[in-house]
């Protein structure tokens, strides 16, 4: 599944895509880990900004493993 652009996409829609694409069940996982995302926060935490609106997923998901 590709990430819905937020200028063609809902809020309902991005929070599918991010529990599809990484397994997340947040908030009630409990901190599982499955999605493997830095800083040990859920995938639902980690793509907020992109979730609300306010950043495409591209964006923060370049940004999540630059070590640069």
């Not at 069940?25 to 880990?33: D, L, R, S, V």
């Not at 493997?36 to 907020?48: R, W």
Request: hydrophobic share 30%; net charge positive.
């Amino acid at each position: 599944m590709i990430a819905p652009k937020l200028a063609f996409s809902n809020r309902d829609e991005r929070i599918e895509f991010i529990r599809e694409r990484y397994c997340c069940k947040a908030p009630a996982c409990g901190g599982c880990g499955s999605c493997h995302m830095p800083n040990g926060l859920s995938a639902m935490e980690t793509f907020k900004d992109y979730i609300e609106g306010k950043k495409e997923y591209a964006t923060i998901a370049s940004s999540l493993w630059n070590t640069k």
